[in-house]
Structures are given as structure tokens and as C-alpha cells.
């Protein structure tokens, strides 16, 4: 049985609203974080940032900080609209979090008397956690700054497991003076943090900062990533039996350019991925003679070194690689 009444598609009823009616709907509409935070209770009174059960505010909208939605500042009364307040959270040394695989590689020394001090921080959107790493050096005390900056992700399947270094700093203050982070200290941080990655996961890391400029240079040239120095510390750590280049990113929250390198699942995997590594290798030296100077004298020193570690673990002696990959797979 059908209501009676006004006839839904009648031009009474397809009017828009007035402006005074969306104004008035607009300032009874709970207020919205200006930061990307969902929509929460306007705050009583300034300055009070204590959460209610099931309040929506308060999410973590980047790191190190916490977004909170507050009542208008006095000084800004006049202007009628939110204030998108960021309060500190706190960051918490790695050990203080049972089970967390970061703190496996707490205090791991890196060099004659250096050690990684790894501190965790919020959840990200994603939620992956926000992880920074400090040094510390015997007679010299921890640096001012941290080393890097990252994220570490667990999940269900083997691919949800990563650990991505999203900025790196290589020159750190450490007490009145600054030092440079050598090559050796590097490759050990680098074989540290691959050290947490299973079976099937993955080790991203940047190289947008100056200290990876010969990587970018590199990689720019289409040299394979092993070859490149970044890519061949992590190649030797045990996270590049396949890397992608993530050179563009969609959008600014991508971050910075980043070389994804990923652990094998198994010993089949292994050896089926070298033997495409190592054809790969071989094409580049012969066509590296046209690159720059500069570009040669940096990566094929690394790339001979990563063809004879690929000829060991496939059983292959110096020479031309055989044709018949299959048979090597075998």
C-alpha cells in the first residue's frame, strides 16, 4: 500500500537547500581535524586533550605527533574557526616492547665500539610502525640526531613483512663535533635491519639522500641494482634476489625514492632468481663500456663480485653463462 504524499521528483522537492539552511547545518555538523583526523566532539575548553571511550579524535596523523581537534584560542576567537593541535608522542627505546622484532637488533655494534640504539614511535595509517635509530659511540656518547628514520610492518602473509628506511642522515652531530658514517658502518646498519625481514619479505631503502647520490646516479643510467652500492650492500645482506626501483612516486605521500629488495622464500626460489640476476649481469658489462666514467669505476667493481657469488651458488665456473637456464634451475 502505498503513502500518500508529495510526489518525490516534484520540483518543490528537487530544490536546493537556501544558504542560511546550509549554514545552519554547517555549524551544528560536529567540527573535522584539520589534519586528516575523522570528525570528534568540539573540546570543552582549551588546552584539554584528555580522551573519552570511543572518542574518533586523537588518531595519529604523522610521525612523532598525535592530531587533537580544540576549542578555538583565544587569540583566535575572532577568526571563529578549529585549531589543529599536535601533542608529542612519546618515542620508546625498543627492548621496553615485548616480543617487537626491532629489538632483536638493539644495541648491535656496527663498529670498533659503535652499536645501533633503536627507539619505536607511533602506528602509522597503515600500521606499520615508526622506528628511528640512534648510535652510540664508546668515549663519545649517543649522537644528537638519529642515523634514519623508518617504518616495520608484520602481517599474516610473508610479503606483509617489511622494513622500509624512509630517510637517512650521514653526517650526525655527536658531541661538540660532527662525523661522517663511513662505508663499513653503513653496510653493517644496512645488514642489521635485514636481519628482521623473513623468508619472503622485503628491505626497502632510500636513496634521494646525498649519501646515496652514486645509487640515484646509477640506477638513472639503468645499471641492475646489484651493481649499484646501495644495491649491492643489500644484495650481500640477503635482501636482493629481486629489486624494483621505485623511482616515481604517485603522489607526495609516496615518499622518496626508494630500491626494494626481497629475501627469497626458499633455496628453489634462490637459485631460479640468480640465474636471471646473473644473465642480467652479464648484459650490463658488456654494454657498461658506454656509460660515464664515473658510473663504471663505482659499479663494475660491484657487479663482478655479486657474478661470482651468483656463479658459486648456481655451481658455475668462469666463462660464458649457459643458455639453457632450466637446466641450471634444476
Known sequence: MRRRGRCPTSSRARRPRSARTRRARAARAPPRCRRGGRRGRQRRSWGDFRERPGAKHGR???????CAVAAPHPSRAALGGLVAVT???????????????LATIDMTEVGNGVRMLVELGPLTRSGA???????????LGRTKEPVLYGLHHTGRLPTHHWVEVTSFQARIPIGADEAEIPEGIDALIVASLASVVPP???????????????TALALAAHVPPEATPLGAMMFSAGCGIVFRDLH????????PRRLEGMRAHDEAHAIQ?????LVALEAFMGRSKDLDWGVQATCRPLAEKVMGVLR???GLGDGPVPLDLDAIRR
Open 248 to 255: 616515481s612516486a604517485d603522489g607526495g605521500r609516496e615518499g
Open 129 to 139: 610502525t615508526a622506528f628511528r635509530v640512534f648510535l652510540h659511540a664508546e668515549g
Open 87 to 101: 601533542v608529542p608522542v612519546p618515542w620508546r627505546a625498543a627492548p621496553e616492547v615485548p616480543g617487537h622484532p
Open 60 to 66: 595519529e596523523c604523522n610521525l612523532g605527533t598525535r
Open 200 to 214: 619472503g619479505g622485503h628491505l626497502a631503502m632510500e636513496y634521494d639522500s646525498p649519501h646515496r647520490h652514486q
Open 273 to 277: 632468481r640468480a640465474a636471471e640476476r
Open 312 to 314: 658459486e651458488r648456481l
